[in-house]
């Protein structure tokens, strides 16, 4: 894909699908090494929380959204759960059914699931809501393929609440980062794109009132790493 300037590596602020799309094509081969190198290992733990408020059990329906390689997917796979991974990143699905053959790897827009109502018992989204254009279709759609008493967690890069830590991290962001992301991605402006897509991102409590307008209940958040992450959770009502 080719914009005046040449390739295109990254996305603009205004995430049109397609350059996200050809932007997560282009990291895929070494994004979950990249997304270690540069979480310092923190995005292990933040996965392990996921799994914990997803709470899947054996037999019931998960879909992951934004699953890319399919990395967050495993967990949900070893309960027993039947987990779905949905991307739109045709590469990143390419990449994950060479590691994980057996996963259902499903293309699909987050704004137009490819899903009937009332699917699933949860849907789940990490790293990946604020790449999606319109978030608030993407949490109607998320509520639609859910089956009434089930939930959805989000897990995405946040504000955190201490102001000095807030200075600190916004400084490694936009000046530490991208060149990190030069040394160990094959593509560093990509990492550019994500940390101001990070910095524009909503705060803990405008994120949660976004949930509510789609419909979810019970909507509350738990920060980790001290508000660099935070995980979402709500509830469809029966």
């Not at 967050?72 to 699905?93: E, H, I, K, N, W």
């Not at 827009?109 to 990490?126: C, E, G, K, N, Q």
């Not at 991102?201 to 909507?219: F, I, N, T, Y």
Request: charged share 25%.
């Amino acid at each position: 894909m080719y914009c005046n300037n040449g390739p295109v590596t990254r996305a603009s602020l205004d995430k049109q699908p397609h350059e996200v799309a050809s932007m997560f094509d282009d990291v895929a081969e070494r994004y979950d090494l990249t997304n270690d190198v540069l979480s310092l290992g923190q995005d292990r733990r933040w996965r392990k929380e996921v799994a914990k408020a997803v709470d899947a059990r054996p037999a019931q329906k998960v879909l992951d959204l934004a699953a890319g390689t399919g990395t967050s997917s495993l967990p949900f796979a070893r309960t027993g759960a039947y987990v779905v991974p949905c991307d739109f990143s045709q590469g990143m699905l390419r990449v994950g059914k060479q590691r994980q053959p057996w996963l259902p790897y499903t293309a699909g827009d987050a704004t137009r699931l490819p899903f009937r109502d009332d699917t699933f018992d949860a849907v789940t989204i990490s790293f990946g809501l604020r790449n999606v254009q319109d978030t608030d279709a993407a949490l109607r759609e998320m509520y639609r393929v859910t089956r009434p008493g089930g939930r959805v967690v989000i897990c995405e890069f946040s504000h955190p609440t201490w102001a000095p830590f807030r200075t600190v991290y916004t400084e490694y962001l936009m000046r530490a980062l991208p060149p990190v992301a030069r040394a160990v991605s094959s593509s560093p402006d990509a990492y550019v794109y994500l940390a101001e897509s990070i910095r524009a991102w909503p705060d803990q409590p405008a994120l949660a009132e976004r949930l509510g307008k789609a419909g979810w209940s019970r909507v509350a958040w738990r920060n980790l790493s001290g508000g660099i992450v935070a995980l979402h959770r709500g509830f469809k009502d029966s």
